[in-house]
């Protein structure tokens, strides 16, 4: 009689990534499982780390359908970053194994209509998983609504994705001159192939110098989120004093677009805040700090955040309040000796 393989010690040979797969399509033929499992990572209270877990395997190519869990950590185990984050990883899950359309469409609207505070959703992102139906679906939907920013917002980016030139067009004509609108009115008249309305639309509109920097820098970096073009829009930003109402966004995009490259603008950014010595600042630059940790985790550059974070602790040592609010944000402050870094205790 053949002796049954001892299943248990050989799945502690597997590493993390094939044992999450193997789960993963497995909950994909168990519903219940599934369910169980989406469950316990909400509860877990860990986001990270499955967000983590869910780049690695989209990256990697997985054929697991990962929308269920993705769309699980979106609507209640992601907050700030993490559901930006989330949302993101959704789009990208969607655009694998294609949900029902019109369920999709029906979830976008309700996460931006009645869920106050959500991030942004940018319809291009689902635009591939929505396909005509979805997309219809929401023109319809879109149709029937009040005249709100969000209903603005959400035609003009239903319009670009279908191409829709004059749809977007009423959209932004319709709005106040801002040189903002100008200049995307005429950016847009030009890929269409009209120039001659846009030259006379950009001749009948006068645009301040430093207001279409600023556009074009918001532009730009949207297109391309990354150090250089971060540093363009916050020099365009802070001439105009408009740099806090861009800078959050702005540092999640650069985040999720390129962890490795937004370290040192995220560490930067930390020490300004540092040298604010503000009570406020202080909360605020741990709460960095906990991103700057996802971040170095997201590149695999963990082992640097210790480091990094074991020198900042010894420069500023002596603002206490600063190490309190770092705690308090759950992250492990190394002790300092005499300027020098000693065993780190637990926050």
């Excluded at 519903?31 to 986001?47: F, I, Q, S, Y």
């Excluded at 499955?50 to 990256?59: E, G, M, N």
């Excluded at 959209?171 to 120039?195: K, N, W």
């Excluded at 700057?292 to 963990?302: C, N, P, Y």
Aim: neutral net charge; glycine residues 6%.
């Amino acid at each position: 009689m053949t002796t049954a393989p001892d299943l248990r010690a050989y799945l502690r040979t597997l590493d993390a990534e094939t044992l999450a797969e193997l789960l993963l399509d497995q909950a994909g033929r168990d519903p219940r499982l599934r369910h169980e499992l989406e469950l316990r990572a909400v509860a877990h209270g860990t986001v990270g780390p499955v967000l983590d877990t869910l780049q690695r395997l989209l990256d990697a190519g997985t054929r697991a359908d990962l929308t269920p869990l993705a769309r699980r950590m979106a609507d209640g185990g992601a907050t700030g970053a993490e559901l930006r984050r989330a949302i993101g990883l959704y789009a990208r899950a969607c655009a694998v194994h294609r949900p029902d359309p019109r369920e999709l469409a029906g979830w976008i609207l309700e996460t931006q209509f009645d869920r106050p505070g959500w991030p942004e959703i940018n319809l291009a992102d689902f635009a591939a998983a929505l396909g005509e139906e979805g997309l219809e679906h929401l023109r319809a939907a879109l149709d029937t609504k009040p005249p709100t920013e969000t209903t603005r917002r959400l035609t003009e980016q239903l319009a670009e994705v279908t191409g829709d030139v004059d749809t977007l067009l009423a959209s932004l004509t319709a709005q106040p001159p801002t040189p903002a609108t100008t200049l995307r009115i005429v950016r847009l008249l030009r890929s269409a192939g009209r120039h001659g309305e846009a030259i006379a639309h950009a001749a009948r509109t006068v645009v301040h110098p430093r207001e279409g920097v600023l556009a074009l820098r918001r532009a730009e970096f949207r297109r391309n989120p990354s150090a250089d073009t971060y540093h363009a829009l916050r020099a365009a930003a802070e001439e105009l004093d408009r740099w806090p109402a861009e800078r959050d966004d702005a540092l999640a995009r650069l985040a999720e677009c390129d962890p490795a490259e937004a370290i040192p603008v995220y560490r930067r950014h930390v020490e300004e805040l540092i040298q604010l010595r503000d009570p406020d600042a202080y909360r605020e630059a741990a709460q960095r700090l906990r991103e700057l940790r996802t971040l170095h985790r997201r590149a695999d550059r963990v082992p640097e955040f210790g480091a990094y974070l074991a020198d900042l602790v010894d420069t500023h040592r002596r603002k206490t309040r600063l190490l309190v609010e770092v705690r308090n944000a759950r992250i492990a402050v190394p002790r300092v000796v005499s300027g020098r870094k000693a065993a780190t205790m637990g926050a």
